[in-house]
């Protein structure tokens, strides 16, 4: 029987119909909530992901100011910009678009961003929190990953969980969410030998490598729960992701597309952390004026 879709693109429309609520009853309060992007260089693929993040921010009534910088940036300029963004009462998130020109270190960007800013997450005290199960910003797409498992109501506790890849943007993120709700975790990188026998053992099954159909069908655990969060593009111009769709669909008893999947829950859990922020701050300012 061929994989059920897990449909992100109509889940995040769901979740985006709440969040207009919630920005519209901010503003009405007199806060209207407020996503700053920072974009250094001209990556097409990098100016297409915040032409979406912007565009959304519009959808759900949330303010939006882009600053663009040259790829000759120097690393100075761009930590300059973040200062006057953390200093700006009227701007709630911010949010640097990467990868980053050579020039400028990427953890000394985002350890610049005020941590009740951060709404991608990023920010080490962030990190730190996740590790330790405190409040915080969590990572837009482990967050996604998760309200797409929540709504499909996967029983994650004593499952067995395989996560493909180790970035700090995904890898490490989701694997302590699956953690959190106590899934017998285990982390695959790309030196894991016979990566197969360990994706064969897993109820639930996230991959976030960036290598095109790395994963196929005869790697998948019949009946599986499969999170694809690759979007990668063939020289034909076909968006696909890091597992092999069509092979998959064959196995899974879940999977979600690319594109179509992760990608919209990414933006819609950016735009619920930017809400967050602004409503922590209307509440801080409260508590002074009282």
């Known amino acids: 029987m061929p994989a059920r879709l897990i449909d992100g693109a109509a889940l995040s ?3 985006r119909a709440g969040l207009a609520q919630r920005a519209a009853e ?3 309060g007199g806060r209207r909530p407020a996503l700053a992007v920072i974009l250094v260089g001209d990556d097409p693929a990098s100016r297409i992901y915040v032409r979406n993040k912007v565009k959304a921010c519009h959808e759900a009534g949330v303010a939006s100011v882009l600053h663009e910088l040259p790829a000759s940036a120097p690393e100075t300029q761009v930590l300059e910009c973040i200062r006057a963004l953390n200093a700006d009462p009227a701007i709630h998130g911010i949010l640097v678009q990467l990868p980053l020109p050579a020039q400028v270190s990427e953890q000394r960007v985002l ?3 005020a941590v009740d800013k951060d709404v991608d997450g990023f920010h ?3 990190a730190g929190a996740l590790m330790v ?3 915080g910003f969590v990572p837009c797409t482990p967050a996604g990953c998760m309200a797409m ?6 029983a994650l506790e004593g499952r067995e969980a395989v996560v493909v890849g180790r970035s700090n943007i995904v890898g490490k993120p989701m694997a302590l969410l699956l953690l959190q709700r106590s899934a017998t975790v285990t982390i695959c990188t790309s030196r894991t030998r016979d990566l197969a026998a360990h994706t064969r053992r897993a109820d639930v099954l996230v991959v976030a490598t960036g290598k095109p159909r790395l994963v196929t069908g005869e790697m998948i ?3 599986a729960i499969v999170i694809d969060v690759g979007i990668n593009r063939t020289p034909a111009g076909r968006l696909v992701g890091d597992v092999d769709f069509a092979s998959a669909c064959e196995v899974a008893g879940w999977i979600t597309p690319v594109p179509g999947g992760v990608g919209p829950m990414t933006i819609a859990m950016l735009l619920r952390n930017t809400l967050t922020a602004a409503q922590h ?3 801080r300012v409260a508590a002074r004026s009282t």
């Open 149 to 154: 498992l929540d709504h499909i109501d996967a």
């Open 133 to 135: 199960g405190r409040e």
């Open 124 to 126: 080490v005290r962030n």
């Open 111 to 113: 350890d610049t961003i």
């Open 13 to 15: 429309a769901e979740l």
């Open 281 to 283: 701050r209307r509440a």
């Open 26 to 28: 901010l503003a009405a």
């Open 221 to 223: 655990k019949p009946g």
